[in-house]
């Protein structure tokens, strides 16, 4: 094992690294790569090759896989576009003021996920499951809802500025009166029934 001292040392460089992460909302993957990357060039040249193997691996993962996981907060504020969540289990977690532009959600599980004023433009929500969602203040425009499951999802007047909602449930959703109106002018079938139009 190491000697005290260094041993002491090196915590306190483990200590300092992760107060920097948790202290700073912004430090991003780029910076502590960059550390890792500065701590990698000290091993030996067999453990730098393989240190470094894994680090390009990591950067090549997008920001969804990397995100710290649990709390529900993984991905608010963070910049996801062009991403791909296709089929995954997000319920729950926190996209509040996320880059989600042209991200593809499509089947995933967004249960009681917030998405408060994010950034969804030309977001793909194709047959995923958005029971209990929050999208207030979110920016919709030429979203896809198609086939969306929407059951008690909350949304603002924005939703009007999605591209599609053909196929969707609304059953119980959360709309001002005249967004309600406005949207029984484009929706037919179940889709209309969800809302109650007449």
């Excluded at 700073?24 to 240190?51: D, Q, W």
């Excluded at 907060?73 to 576009?81: L, S």
């Amino acid at each position: 094992g190491l000697p005290r001292r260094r041993r002491r040392a090196s915590c306190r460089g483990c200590v300092l690294i992760c107060c920097q992460v948790a202290a700073c909302p912004k430090f991003t993957m780029r910076c502590l790569l960059g550390l890792l990357v500065a701590s990698a060039t000290a091993l030996r040249p067999v453990a730098r090759r393989a240190a470094l193997k894994t680090l390009s691996t990591l950067v090549a993962l997008p920001t969804a896989a990397t995100a710290i996981s649990g709390g529900g907060k993984d991905y608010a504020e963070a910049t996801i576009k062009n991403q791909n969540f296709d089929g995954q289990k997000l319920d729950n977690k926190d996209f509040s003021g996320a880059d989600a532009v042209d991200t593809s959600f499509k089947k995933a599980s967004l249960r009681g996920a917030r998405f408060f004023k994010s950034d969804c433009e030309r977001a793909d929500f194709t047959g995923a499951d958005l029971t209990g969602a929050s999208f207030e203040s979110a920016n919709l425009k030429d979203a896809v809802l198609a086939g969306a499951k929407a059951e008690g999802t909350a949304f603002s007047q924005t939703i009007l500025d999605a591209k599609s909602f053909e196929g969707a449930d609304f059953t119980e959703a959360v709309v001002q009166p005249y967004v309600q109106k406005e949207l029984c002018k484009r929706v037919s079938g179940n889709t209309a029934e969800s809302l109650f139009c007449p």
